[in-house]
């Protein structure tokens, strides 16, 4: 079940790993998960498949929690999702002709996340599983700095978008907002969709992010990234009250505010804004 497909198409849990610059402990204890035997019944392996189809992908992922069952750290459920990108999703990648690479950058998305929850807790764990069935499913890539998805399901599109499907841009935490850099990536993104996804390309670009936060502009210096970032979108809703910050700007820490951390200059700007009853939320804006 771990060799490599005869046509060389399809990837092992440790090749996928390996390409994606997994941390080498993490890589050790998906090698422990391999060689215990780890096995699903059939429904589990349904499941598996399942989160690498754009139509059952949420329904799978579900499925594929319950049947694991206790999986404290997250490793179980890590080591399957990628064993799906290897067995089901490069060859996807394949035959649509999307370069190795896109699907080198995009799943990178686990190595990262396994890497924030080390700097959050101290330790290696994987709980992203909620999101990563986008990249499973070709439905979110990362093209230079930024990622887009495909964005179809209710709670992916705002509703304000007024349109069923839209691309949504993310920013990785790892993202340069060099302007350059995000100007290469958008234009990537626009080839990309002509080229893989005719039927997509010419919807309109939106983001929903802390970045987009108008209060942005009492913190941050005028040269920043990103604003600059802020300024390339309509902003057309705003939401005060959501804590993406915390995560963002504070890697997950849950403590009061006056006993936030105050490493950089974002971080010691908003923490005086937030002490004094500013709030920072989210904004949603459409790409200019």
Request: aromatic share 12%.
């Amino acid at each position: 079940m771990h060799g490599d497909d005869a046509d060389g198409t399809e990837l092992t849990v440790m090749q996928v790993a390996k390409r994606i610059g997994m941390a080498e402990p993490v890589i050790d204890v998906l090698r422990q998960i391999q060689e215990s035997g780890e096995t699903l019944a059939p429904e589990g392996n349904a499941a598996v498949r399942g989160l690498t189809d754009p139509s059952q992908r949420a329904a799978s992922w579900h499925a594929l929690k319950s049947t694991l069952g206790n999986d404290p750290d997250g490793f179980r459920i890590l080591y399957w999702m990628l064993y799906a990108a290897g067995r089901y999703t490069f060859p996807t990648y394949a035959r649509m002709g999307i370069p190795a690479t896109v699907f080198d950058d995009t799943m990178g998305c686990f190595s990262r996340f396994v890497d924030e929850h080390q700097v959050s807790y101290g330790k290696y764990g994987f709980d992203r599983d909620f999101w990563t069935y986008r990249e499973l499913s070709a439905r979110l890539f990362r093209l230079g700095t930024l990622e887009f998805e495909l964005a179809y399901e209710a709670d992916d599109v705002p509703a304000i978008a007024g349109m069923p499907r839209i691309i949504n841009i993310h920013i990785p935490s790892n993202a340069s907002l060099d302007p350059e850099h995000c100007d290469a990536s958008i234009a990537s993104s626009r080839d990309f969709l002509a080229s893989f996804f005719p039927n997509w390309a010419g919807l309109p670009y939106w983001c929903e992010s802390w970045l987009l936060s108008p209060a942005l502009n009492q913190l941050l210096p005028e040269r920043s990234h990103i604003l600059a970032f802020q300024r390339r979108f309509d902003i057309r809703e705003t939401n005060p009250d959501a804590d993406d910050w915390r995560e963002w700007v504070f890697q997950r820490n849950n403590a009061p505010i006056a006993e936030l951390p105050e490493r950089t200059s974002l971080q010691r700007n908003m923490k005086r804004f937030l002490l004094g009853g500013g709030k920072v939320g989210i904004g949603i804006g459409r790409l200019r």
